[in-house]
């Protein structure tokens, strides 16, 4: 891949990451901290998780092994399926059945506070990973739930106050896989058949070490590493049968987003997104993936060749600001060096490779593609609680950060307009603050903001999965024509990828829980510079 931070770096700083901690503003955890340290005796866990997350030295690239934070996990009660360790730095991927009650036992021992969220998990307030649960070096955290999810790839990462971008980035994350019945019934590839997919971009130093970069514009953009990594690899290839395989994907990327292709054209075929299983196969020409988005393909090698190679590839796109209003426009042209970085953003111009599979053996035997996978009830503006109220979240932009519903992330606070009744559906509109953007443009200074106004964002609420039930694009044509075909809208969801120009209304149940729950920019530089909120449930 061209490395566009290459290419500028006399515009920028790198900083090792050891170095990190005395760069960005130290985070004082509040006295009156909760924290659940016992567990509850009157919950029976059928699966018991220690889960530690430590520093580690894990080879990545050829040569000296890289210095990371990483999860360890050991399983200290249940089925041994439960837990499954991985090579590198991500932690083990957790495998949980719908209906079993889990409880995990998180240690931190980093010398910098810490909390682990479980991203898709339909969980009570204090067992979601809010960042007021963090722990300091040295304690416990005590979780549990019961796994209300349906089948499907979920993930856990670390959700600390304006240090998820950097812990994520050294490694604090990892898959969370989902079985229930009706997916059993469906027989999909299981076993070796069924292979996870965390694609992350990551930068190294000379030394092997990861790089993060401190430069002002890119924390606006968003960190770009010039290294694909898949499950914590660089050149991955996975060797694969003439046969149907299931890949569970993650863009587990600070901010980078994926226009997922194969590599000889044929078409996308998907079987899940974030919270669950399609209600049938959906075949597309690529599939767009933003940071935190999850999608499930169904890869079906049947018919090649043996010694063949099939490449999942990141293809170029734009969906950036080049169809934003004339004056806008003009300026971007005239291109200065920030502008020009803010466009990197949100386009993408290198085709890029992922992962190779290589063909290696022969076999006369291949699951079929199901035509129907498990029943949705598609939500509609009927099944909304309150059919005349929608839930705003703005996307602006003031004092060179982004912002949600005019405001940045306030611990414990929450507005009016973010007070939500416990067991309701909601109908919520997600889309660009224009009039913020539209004085920044007349008021002639603008040209940098409008451009970082013009950024995708993938948000992300926490708690039950949602329905998309809608996507209008104010400006289309153009960059949001390199992009349009790579949506999937018709499964669970619970982050979306909210391009420049678009608004997007989705469903929302808020069931069972009370409590604040975030909803934020998944974009991990975005979040921690205070793109997060709380709804609070009551
Ligand atoms: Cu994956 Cu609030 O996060
Ligand atoms: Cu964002």
Known sequence: MTNINFKRRQFLQYAALGTLSTVIPGFAIAENRIINKTPNSAFNADIEIALTAQTADVPILPGAHTHVFKYTGKLLKGPQTALKELPGYLGPILNFEQGQ??????????????????????????????????????????????????AGTNWYHSHTHELTATQVYQGLAGLITITDEAERKLDLPGGEYDIPLVIQDRSFTHGNQLRYLMNMHQRMRGFLGDTLLVNGQSDHTIPVKTRAYRLRILNGSNSRIYKLAWSDGTPVTAIGTDGALLAKPETLPYVMLGP???????????????????????LPYQGSAAHMGGGMGRGMHGGRGGMGMM?????????????????????????????????????????????????????????????????????????EREKIPVNTVQRIKIFHDNRAMGGGMRGGRGGGMGMMMTLPHPIHIHGQQFQILSRKQNNPGGAYDTVKDGFINSGWKDTVLVMPGEEVEIIKPFKDYTGLFLYHCHNLEHEDMGMMRNFFVS
């Not at 682990?116 to 007021?132: A, E, F, I, L």
């Not at 988005?293 to 890869?299: F, G, I, T």
């Not at 498990?374 to 705003?392: A, C, E, G, Q, Y």
Request: with cysteine.
């Open 343 to 415: 466009d990197g953003a949100a386009s993408q111009s290198d085709k890029d490779t992922i992962v190779r599979f290589s063909v290696t053996e022969q076999v006369s035997d291949s699951p079929k593609l199901p035509d129907t996978l498990v029943p949705i009830h598609r939500l509609t503006v009927k099944d909304v609680s309150d059919p005349n109220s929608v839930v705003p979240i703005t996307i602006g932009m003031r004092h060179m950060a982004f912002n949600l519903n005019g405001r940045t992330f306030e611990m414990q606070n929450y507005m």
């Open 292 to 314: 935190a988005e999850r999608v499930e393909l169904w890869a079906d090698f049947s018919g090649r060749k043996p010694g063949s190679e099939l490449t999942l590839q990141s």
């Open 101 to 150: 009650k889990v409880r995990i036992f998180f240690h931190n021992q980093l010398t910098e506070p810490c909390v682990t969220h479980w991203h898709g998990m339909h969980v009570p307030q204090m067992m979601d990973g809010h960042p007021m649960y963090a722990i300091h070096q040295g304690e416990q955290y005590v979780y549990e739930f019961e796994v209300k999810n349906p």
